[in-house]
């Protein structure tokens, strides 16, 4: 299965809203805070294009997904910045399952474990190891609001279709 998306977004405001300023930040994530690593601050622009790019494949056990997004700013005060980043995420089913995905809408829907967990019967469900990097550049022009990489290894345990343990390291 190959997935390719490609997106764009323009986005203006009209001059009685120029005071209501464009921030970019993110959280940590691991999502068990609300803290932000890095964070522009309020930038009041006029304007702004955005460009986004997104691949995934299934092949087997093995999946591939990844999205590269590109932001431009007409902004006021701040010399018109730019700001990128992208995300990477490998993984591998060690049981044999594999990613559903949903063509009609195209989104990932959920792993279908074979078996499912019964442990009785000396069967434990679905077991995938993963990979994921994360980069964000916030920092252009007269704005300083910080890179982040991240790298993520995992380990999902999914019992059945409503049920799946996550172990993280970031």
């Not at 993110?26 to 460009?51: A, M, N, Y």
């Not at 790019?53 to 902004?75: K, N, R, V």
């Not at 730019?82 to 809408?105: K, M, P, Q, V």
């Amino acid at each position: 299965m190959l997935h390719l998306g490609l997106g764009y977004s323009y986005g203006s405001r009209n001059e009685d809203d120029l005071d209501a300023p464009m921030q970019f930040r993110t959280r940590p994530e691991s999502r068990l805070t609300d803290d932000r690593l890095v964070d522009t601050g309020p930038i009041p622009e006029k304007r702004r294009d955005t460009v986004n790019a997104e691949l995934a494949m299934i092949f087997g056990s093995w999946s591939f997904q990844g999205q590269c997004y590109y932001t431009s700013l007409d902004a006021n005060d701040a010399d018109d910045p730019d700001f990128w980043g992208y995300y990477a995420f490998l993984s591998y089913f060690i049981t044999g399952e594999h990613r559903n995905y949903n063509r009609s809408i195209g989104v990932f829907t959920g792993v279908e474990p074979q078996p499912v967990f019964h442990p009785m019967k000396g069967e434990w469900g679905a077991w995938e190891i993963a990979l994921r990097h994360s980069y964000v550049d916030l920092n252009d022009a007269d704005i300083y609001g910080g890179k982040e990489n991240n790298i993520t290894a995992g380990l999902n345990w999914i019992h059945n279709q409503n049920v799946r343990l996550m172990f993280n390291y970031i």
